[in-house]
């Protein structure tokens, strides 16, 4: 079975820390993304990677970096977190076509981060 | 910004009846998708229909889509309460260096009451 496995299930750090969200998938996939879920504002891109080394901004990319060294690992990084960092984290994958659209996203189980 | 809408924003039916989620979209898109997301969980893909595709099935789900009105619809038919789960469409609407992001709707919550 395909996998996309995020290192936390829940996490707890306190304001101004660096924090790090690991997610490696086994699927040999182009392209992984990390998204941030709130209630009631569903589900926001905050970063992907199209390759190695290769990054580009989502959405809401304020507060965070990413890093993508190898194929199937992809970090998010939050500088110096603050509360309002608090939520879930996704990260997914998915190969891409010869013309560049996605296929279907797999999304690991997600990391609850509070921040205190 | 988000670029699918779901409608409405919670449904609440009775197990055995069928439950038709609705999503509108703004720009033109390669293809819509649709995840389904138990509470707490990551998301499941469910289907995936291409921007020339007017309805396709799988098992108990059927997806359309009408690009005219930019619009596609989830029906899920004779539901079970195992069906009770959170449901987003997701676009992918890029090209050139944006061809890559999927943006998601806020969902709809349904619930299939036993």
């Known amino acids: 079975d395909v996998k996309v496995t995020q290192s936390s299930r829940y996490l707890v750090k306190r304001t101004g820390e660096k924090v790090f969200l690991e997610c490696v998938q086994d699927?040999?996939?182009?392209?992984m993304f990390w998204y941030r879920q709130d209630p009631g504002l569903g589900l926001r891109l905050i970063y992907f990677?199209?390759?190695?080394?290769?990054?580009e901004k989502g959405d809401i990319p304020e507060g965070y970096s990413v890093s993508r060294e190898k194929k199937e690992r992809f970090s998010l990084i939050l500088e110096s977190a603050s509360t309002n960092q608090t939520s879930m984290y996704l990260c997914?994958?998915?190969?891409?076509?010869?013309?560049?659209?996605?296929?279907?996203?797999?999304f690991g189980s997600g990391t609850q981060l509070s921040v205190l | 910004s988000q670029q699918g809408e779901e409608d409405p924003q919670a449904l609440s039916i009775q197990e055995g009846e069928n439950a038709t989620m609705n999503c509108s979209y703004k720009?033109?898109?390669?293809?819509l998708q649709w995840y389904r997301q138990n509470s707490g969980r990551g998301l499941v893909h469910l289907i995936l229909?291409?921007?020339?595709?007017r309805e396709k099935h799988s098992g108990r789900l059927r997806v359309t889509l009408d690009t005219s009105k930019k619009s596609s619809s989830l029906l899920i038919t004779a539901s079970r309460a195992a069906d009770t789960a959170s449901y987003f469409c997701?676009?992918?609407?890029?090209?050139?260096?944006?061809?890559?992001?999927?943006?998601f709707g806020k969902g709809t919550l349904l619930t299939v009451n036993p």
């Open positions: 997914a994958s998915s190969s891409i076509r010869w013309d560049r659209i996605n296929e279907k996203l797999f």
């Open positions: 699927m040999d996939h182009e392209n």
């Open positions: 990677s199209y390759d190695v080394k290769m990054k």
């Open positions: 720009t033109s898109i390669n293809n």
């Open positions: 229909i291409r921007s020339n595709e």
């Open positions: 997701a676009t992918d609407a890029g090209s050139g260096g944006s061809n890559y992001k999927l943006t």
